[in-house]
């Protein structure tokens, strides 16, 4: 081989640089595909694995129900159904609160927390002060979002008319509780920290603001993850049936839960359509770009070839230009995807407001988006690299195969009259009796189109009526009408013969050249 291997490299890089724009652009779409794609997941699991850590540690429910008014005592009875684990029972309601400095109407909803401080289910994550006491009756915790909107901190006072009775609230924690990560009013379709709020309150404060001393109307339940959510919700429901009770429902059923799942299957979703539609554009440039490098590069495709490099070699020179293409694409996804994520994941924190969050990232992700973008790379140029592969020496500089024209051109062009004007003839093929001006006759026709015009392959005569002058045969001059300084040289055996139209089809007012 008289070319060294680095011949080709230079080759490469030389073509990276001259096409360096357009190879810019389709790694940029590649690129925008890897940060979607890689945005979408890294969130998806960071949120999922934040989520289940969240409800692990705070003893998220399990079942929750409601009912109008049920006596303690039948905490026992439902302690021993099946597959209970941990139980809770607790007063809700509802309250209208006069804030300070804000003159619209405000509304919260009211839960209790046992004497001893954290619940056994559903417990809270105290973010300032501490929960409410017992020996306190005015005391309240409230939810972070709540007190952000406002501006609320320890120690501030406000009105709340809670069952029909005013009292003067004092805030000693700030919370954030498994059950309401996704704070919604009654009826409500998005978030309103400013208008609707949670609050906790000792549970003998707020039973008797209730009048549910000895009792609970509400209960929140953890089963045992071997044991079935069903079985437990079918005996459950028999049992507080006669105390008003609504119904048990699972946790995929609870409010704030459904909506952040959600979510999670929006960015799920997000992770296969949008990075699918980018690398489907890639493809498609990719495409173009190769099959247009290579179809100029035929001439030189076969020189190569004919210094010996194999169809291996060339198809894998032209490979690495998609693979580079492909591998500046996904070190520029990554890049912009990791930020996009960890960015993005700040933002989910803003609106869950959770603990914390667990920014996972999977390398296994970063290995299937490499192996992802170098196969749509691969994809989009493997027909033309193929067909350059392919090739064989020789034949890269040859015009491609002409395609036959179309049968009404084929007899437009025979049943044109004068054809002395539409053709050009080769003097020296013909012989010296062919004089520039002198007409032509058409023995036979027979043509081919091809890119730029239509080429015709005929035999002629001279219109005197000389004899046909055929492909292969000698034109002799004449004696008597030779002239000084015309060739008296015969055409030699075997030159063909054509003669080419040119020009546009019939019906153009083009003039044939």
Known sequence: MIFGPSVLHTKLRREIWQLRGQLLAIALVIAGGIAVCLMSLVNYSSLTATRDQYYQEHQFADVFVSVKRAPRHVLQTVSELPGVNRLSGRVEGAAKLNLPDYDEPVSAHLVSV????????????????RLPSATHANEVAIIGSFADAHQLTLDDRFNAIINGRQQTLKIVGIVESPEFIYVIPPGGMLPDYQRFGVLWLNQEALAAAMDMRGAFNSLVLQIDPRHPVEDVIDPLDRLLARYGSTGAFARADQFSH?????????????????????????????????????????????????FGYSNGQIGWHYSQMVLAIALTGLAIGCASGLWLGHRLGELYMDYYRFPTLLFLI?????????????????????????????????????????????????????????????????????????????????????GHGHRGGWQFSVQLCLADGAHPIRPGAEARPDRHTHRPGQSNRPVRNGAPIRCTLRGRPPGSNGRAG
Not at 114 to 128: A, I
Not at 281 to 305: G, H, P, W
């Open 114 to 129: 046992p004497p001893t401080g954290q619940p056994e289910v559903n417990q809270l994550y105290v973010r300032q002060g």
């Open 258 to 306: 459904r909506f952040l799942s959600d979510e999670l299957e929006q960015l799920k979703a997000m992770a296969i359509i949008f990075p699918s539609i980018f690398m489907g554009v890639a493809m498609f440039l990719l495409n173009v770009v190769v099959t247009r490098l290579i179809s100029t590069q035929r001439e030189i495709v076969a020189i190569l070839k004919a």
């Open 362 to 446: 999977n390398p296994w992700w970063l290995a299937l988006l490499a192996l992802i973008s170098m196969a749509v790379a691969l994809l989009g140029g493997w027909r033309s690299i193929r067909a350059a592969a392919a090739l064989p020496p020789g034949r890269g500089h040859a015009a491609r195969e002409p395609r036959q024209i179309p049968g009404y051109l084929y007899r437009t062009a025979v049943g044109l009259g004068s054809l002395s004007s539409a053709f050009t003839h080769d003097r020296q093929a013909i012989g010296p009796q062919a004089r520039p001006n002198r007409p032509l006759g058409i023995r036979h026709c027979h």
